[in-house]
């Protein structure tokens, strides 16, 4: 009986030994693709050329505007800018700020990809730490520049996909509102400033593109007089008036000079004294990404029609 069981416990010690090597070599198979994958570049065709970027970032720094399209993409972020790190919309907990001349903290964030706006600071010097794409803020219109940063992530079918279905949504909403306050009914969209308001044309966030281009809702023709052609344009209280359409959303800084508000020249506004001005955070309102962007529209839909 020993006999046959030395010969069976060698065997057995044999088996186990070669299941354990071929896990290991699994694993580091599996580590070693994983690399790989991490390695892989895409060439894209940015404002300045063609430049190679990671074909799946992990480490992902945006300086402006473009964090809520990533973080829509699902793609990881490790720093972005003061104006995107204030929005509680794009919950960034642990996410670092930066600047365009944080360079020693940029560096040790080890990003694998840098984007920003074309007039930042340091472009070279960010481009030694990792590829960096610059984006002119407004020579896309706002749902191509989330494809544009669809293909630069690798994940173009994904922004394409949320890109028509928006542009569905958006506007069958604008029907129902339309038929709701009548089709000549005017929006206009106010934001209070450092002391001083603003109007915005079609193309500036705050819900204008949505208002504006998908929606075919209607701009008072004072606004579209002084804000089309820049995207806004700077007023003071007294004249608000002129600016104000029938209907009114207020992008509304709450920290900053309010108490135009108080005032009878505000009060006497037909917008106002018919409850139809509808106020909103604007450091939830400023962008235009898919994160903001669906913000926006729910916001809109609930404050036309809901009675």
């Known amino acids: 009986m020993k006999k046959l069981l030395i010969p069976f416990l060698l065997l057995l010690v044999m088996l186990i030994s070669a299941c354990g090597a071929n896990n290991e070599e699994t694993t580091t198979s599996d580590t070693t693709e994983t690399e790989e994958k991490s390695s892989e570049t895409i060439t894209y065709q940015s404002e300045n050329g ?23 993409l699902d793609v990881n972020l490790v720093g972005v800018d003061s104006w995107s790190k204030m929005n509680p919309r794009y919950e960034l907990d642990g996410v670092e700020e930066v600047t365009d001349e944080s360079l020693e903290k940029i560096i040790e ?26 984006f002119t803020y407004g020579k896309l219109d706002y749902l191509t520049q989330h494809l544009e940063i669809g293909k630069l992530l690798n994940k173009e079918k994904e922004a394409k996909i949320w890109i028509d279905d928006f542009k569905s949504r958006s506007q069958a909403a604008g029907e ?4 709701k306050i009548g089709e000549e009914a005017t929006v206009s969209v106010i934001e209070n400033f ?18 504006y281009q998908e929606m075919k809702l209607k701009m008072p023709e004072k606004v579209k007089e002084m804000a089309l052609k820049d995207g806004y344009y700077a007023i003071s209280p007294e004249v608000l008036n002129e600016y104000a359409g029938d209907y009114v959303i207020f992008s509304k800084n709450a920290d900053t000079e309010t108490s135009f508000q108080e005032t009878q020249t505000y009060k006497n506004i037909p917008a106002v004294k018919n409850n139809q001005v509808f106020e909103v955070n604007a450091k939830e309102f400023y962008f235009n990404d898919p994160i903001t962007l669906e913000y926006q529209l729910e916001f809109i839909q609930k404050s036309f029609l809901t009675e």
Do not use: C, H
């Not at 964030?109 to 610059?134: H, Q, R, W, Y």
């Not at 129902?176 to 038929?179: D, G, L, Q, Y």
């Not at 450092?194 to 208002?211: C, H, M, P, S």
């Open 50 to 72: 063609p430049i190679e970027v990671p074909a799946n970032p992990q480490r992902v720094i945006v300086l402006s505007t473009f964090a809520g399209n990533v973080k829509a």
């Open 109 to 134: 964030l080890d990003p694998d990809l840098i984007i920003g706006l074309s007039t930042m600071k340091n472009v070279d010097k960010l481009s030694e730490i990792a590829p960096t794409v610059t």
């Open 176 to 179: 129902e509102i339309k038929a």
């Open 194 to 211: 450092d002391k001083q308001l603003y109007v915005f044309g079609d193309n500036w966030a705050r819900g204008t593109e949505i208002l």
